[in-house]
């Protein structure tokens, strides 16, 4: 059961953002809904991230607030690189959140995203449209991982939010998640790291020379996570936390591998 304080709090967002006070039988549809625990996410049908409107109609992972985090630094990466032309890929990119803050934000930026689901591909298309990106600046690809990616050129920068919960973790994950959010978006086998594993195998040999991987995992993955981008041949390996301060996201560059 939702919390009363933030039972009202919800509400008035509704009201604000979605009614306006004018549509009186929607409005209490909707609060059925948020008594049955859907997310609010859902109700209202979209979330800010990085000032831009995310639609959700086709329901997507819900985005986080530490996604929104690094998202932020990634930019900041891409800002400083002094580049006139940066190409990118989000890959896993579910409602696009990641990629469109990027477009929006990042001028020098072009973005191609992946999703193997067609309909959260139908969900990304949306969401530029909505904020407006140039469709010279975006391509779409729906891609099982790599499956469909062409490695012509390669990356400079590579966004990735995989699957990673582990399954042996169900238990832990939030009821409202289990419920109303895509199991496929969120399980990535038993210890978590089955896309991780099949991402960074391939991820080297779609990066330009010293383009970088920002990679979002568990904070129990990490070890784990360090071993794989060593045995991969990457560099410059960088583990950062999240606002919350837990482990939460990583920077891996590609670089030469040995003897060459």
């Known amino acids: 059961m939702i919390k009363k304080d933030k039972f009202i709090k919800e509400i008035g967002w ?13 409005f209490e549809r909707d609060i059925q809904r ?47 690189s002094g580049r006139k032309k940066v190409r990118c890929l989000d890959i896993f990119a579910g409602s696009g959140c990641i990629g469109v803050a990027v477009l929006k934000h990042a001028p020098v930026a072009v973005v191609d995203f992946a999703e193997k689901e067609k309909k959260f591909l139908e969900q990304i298309k949306l969401n ?3 904020n407006n990106l140039s469709p010279k600046r975006r391509k779409f690809i729906q891609s099982d991982i790599f499956s469909n ?3 012509d050129g390669g990356y400079d920068y590579i966004f ?9 973790r169900r238990a832990k994950v939030q009821k409202s998640a289990l419920k109303w959010e895509a199991p496929c978006a969120i399980f990535g086998g038993r210890n978590g790291l089955f896309y991780i594993n099949k991402f960074l195998k391939q ?6 020379p010293e383009g ?6 568990d904070s129990r993955q990490k070890n784990e996570i360090a071993g794989i981008l060593k ?30």
């Open 149 to 151: 990616i062409s490695d």
């Open 14 to 26: 509704i009201l604000k953002e979605k009614y306006g006070f004018a549509r009186l039988a929607e």
């Open 231 to 260: 045995r991969r041949g990457y560099g410059n390996i960088n583990f950062y936390k999240d606002q919350y301060g837990r482990w939460r996201y990583m920077m891996a560059e590609k670089q030469p591998l040995a003897g060459f």
């Open 34 to 80: 948020l008594q049955k625990g859907e997310p609010v996410a859902y109700v209202i049908g979209f979330v800010d991230f990085l000032g831009c409107k995310i639609d959700l109609s086709f329901r997507p992972l819900i985005p986080r607030p530490e996604t929104e985090f690094w998202t932020e630094k990634a930019i900041e990466d891409i800002k400083k």
């Open 212 to 217: 970088k991987i920002y990679m979002e995992f």
């Open 160 to 168: 990735a939010n995989p699957p990673y919960v582990a399954e042996t």
């Open 128 to 130: 530029a449209r909505l």
């Open 203 to 208: 991820a080297r040999g779609y990066l330009k």
